[in-house]
């Protein structure tokens, strides 16, 4: 149980052009899910808390124009990395909250993200 | 906000031999300590937690301790294997607040050598 998915898995794309990066809950309802970035052979860096139905929560730093969430649902988070240049080229990995639950966060497989 | 540290950066040893992890923590009122490995190009995996109630958690080679006046907080790994090599990343996250942020540390890289 507790499975997360992302979609795409990888992606590669020109500068200039959006991304759209999907992250599911496949077996469970998640009311908060959590967007990370993490480049090369470093640690995982909160994005943005993202909760269903209101407007996600986004870390110092982090452009919010730039990096647009979505959560309309109990199981779907989006991220659209919008007019991608080369250094947003990272693994980009969410995770999910069990509705309800206290702690534990399970984390999706990840997206590479590759900006031409 | 809560900063975590974590040491060594990278730690190599011979199978069989035990490794320690340490991680420190900078906000007192953090009471979630997850641990996670994560091989190239996966995701994290949660392997151990501990909660600010508990001093000491083990799973089979896993353990984990916690000393809350020093905050600090350990991962042990025993009888080490191959399959143990990967990037281990200390957290710490305050629940019970409404949003469970994690902050991660800068991570370990473990080699475990046959």
């Known amino acids: 149980g507790a499975v997360v998915s992302q979609h795409p898995s990888w992606v590669i794309c020109k500068s200039g052009t959006s991304v759209k990066i999907e992250c599911r809950s496949l077996?469970?309802?998640?009311?908060?899910m959590f967007w990370y970035r993490q480049f090369p052979k470093q640690s995982l860096m909160l994005m943005a808390t993202s909760n269903e139905g209101s407007k996600a929560t986004y870390e110092q730093g982090v452009e919010k124009d730039k990096f647009l969430i979505n959560h309309a649902s109990l199981t779907l988070s989006t991220l659209t990395v919008t007019s991608a240049h080369p250094e947003d080229s990272s693994f980009y990995i969410c995770s999910a909250i069990l509705a309800g639950g206290r702690d534990t966060q399970y984390f999706g497989p990840g997206t590479r993200l590759t900006v031409l | 906000g809560e900063n975590v540290e974590q040491h060594p950066s990278t730690l190599s040893v011979q199978e069989g031999d035990s490794a320690v992890i340490k991680c420190t923590y900078s906000d007192s009122a953090s009471n979630y300590f997850p641990w996670y490995k994560q091989e190239l190009g996966k995701r994290p995996q949660l392997i151990i937690d501990?909660?600010?109630?508990?001093g000491e958690k083990k799973d089979q080679r896993i353990a984990v301790t916690l000393n809350k006046t020093a905050k600090h907080f350990s991962l042990h790994i025993t009888e080490t294997q191959p399959e143990d090599s990967a990037v281990y990343f200390c957290?710490?996250?305050?629940?019970?607040?409404?949003?469970?942020?994690?902050?991660f540390g800068t991570g370990t890289r473990l080699l475990v050598s046959p």
């Open positions: 501990i909660r600010s109630n508990v």
């Open positions: 077996d469970f309802q998640a009311t908060t």
């Open positions: 957290a710490a996250s305050k629940v019970n607040t409404g949003f469970q942020k994690l902050v």
